[in-house]
């Protein structure tokens, strides 16, 4: 009933920048909180950034001042800008919103199918 779409990602030089993209649609009521997850191989999901409806970010500490999060409530889209590339940062990138949807206003929490970032010379 909610799907994401990401894109935005690719294979960049240690300092380089990419942006990614998620948009939702759906059935879809409104979105409270959307972010943004990676997992590298052979670790578990992590969280990177969440973002609310308000605008209020929260990153977590060793992306602080690289990963900016932003979100375009009309789109139903969020972005995150990645900025001072490391290796350590390649991973798949995944979207994640939680909100309400129209039929019987019930929670949702939708992923999208991730998005690859690779941080290689």
């Not at 935005?8 to 972010?35: D, E, F, K, T």
């Amino acid at each position: 009933q909610v799907q994401l779409a990401e894109s935005g990602g690719g294979l960049v030089q240690p300092g380089g920048s990419l942006r990614l993209s998620c948009a939702a649609s759906g059935s879809i009521s409104s979105i409270n909180s959307m972010g943004w997850y990676r997992q590298a191989p052979g670790t578990q999901r992590e969280l990177v950034a969440t973002i609310t409806s308000g605008g209020s970010a929260h990153y977590i500490e060793h992306v602080k001042g690289r990963f900016t999060i932003s979100r375009d409530n009309a789109k139903s889209t969020v972005y995150q800008q990645l900025i001072s590339l490391k290796p350590e940062d390649t991973a798949v990138y995944y979207c994640n919103a939680d909100g309400i949807l129209t039929i019987a206003h019930s929670r949702f929490t939708a992923w999208g199918q991730g998005t690859q970032v690779t941080v290689s010379s």
